[in-house]
Structures are given as C-alpha cells and as structure tokens.
Nanobody
Framework: QVTLVESGGGSVQSGGSLRLSCAASASSYSTYCMGWFRQAPGKEREGVAGIDRDGSRNYADSVKGRFTISQDNAKKTLYLQMHSLKPEDTAMYYC????????????????????WGQGTQVTVSS
C-alpha cells in the first residue's frame, strides 16, 4: 500500500515562491513515475510536472521556466519548487504516483497514475 502526503502549500503574493513536498511511504519509490497536478475551482485537474523512472522531466507550458520538479530517493520525497507565482497558479496541488511502468509522453494524464495524495492548497494573491 503506497500513500502520498503533500505539504508546503500556503498563501503568497504574486511573484513569490513556494516549495511543495510529497512524502511517499513505499520501499520501491525510486522505481515510480511521479507527477504534480493541480485543480482550481470549477476546472479540470491538470498535469503540472512529471518525473519519470529514468529521471526525465516534463512540464506544462504554463509553468516552464518557473517550476522545477525534483526528488530525493533516499528520503522518498518528491518536490515542486515554484517561483514567480501568479494568481492563475492558485489551486489545490496533488502529487501522484504510477507504480508500474513509465509515464512517458502521457505524464500529464490523470489516467496514468495509480495513487494520489490528499492535496495541498496554494493561493497566490495579486
């Protein structure tokens, strides 16, 4: 049983930074494909960033150059460093894991992932 617990959300002003963390309780964490998603009120959950089993990283166009996904396999923790935050980044942020296989070019799809965290709220004010 894999569980994911996000933390690090909060309220910041436009242009600010936050770092989200996602702690995994799984012995085989390093073999997972991991992703960050977000969902704003009234909108679909969208893929923000993903890191695959081989370490390759992908980003949504809306966050490229501002967000960085990384992980510490020893700590079984996934991170999302967010800079130059904008009001449109306001959302609940979720981390997700695909336990078996790569995510590949479908990293942004909710259907690819098996396990989800409970989410952490990010609010950016103008």
């Amino acid at each position: 049983q894999v569980t994911l617990v996000e933390s690090g959300g909060g309220s910041v002003q436009s242009g600010g930074s936050l770092r989200l963390s996602c702690a995994a309780s799984a012995s085989s964490y390093s073999t997972y494909c991991m992703g960050w998603f977000r969902q704003a009120p009234g909108k679909e959950r969208e893929g923000v960033a993903g890191i695959d089993r081989d370490g390759s990283r992908n980003y949504a166009d809306s966050v490229k150059g501002r967000f960085t996904i990384s992980q510490d396999n020893a700590k079984k923790t996934l991170y999302l460093q967010m800079h130059s935050l904008k009001p449109e980044d306001t959302a609940m942020y979720y981390c997700a894991a695909r336990v078996w296989g790569r995510c590949g070019s479908s990293w942004y799809s909710r259907m690819v992932y098996d396990v989800w965290g409970q989410g952490t709220q990010v609010t950016v004010s103008s």
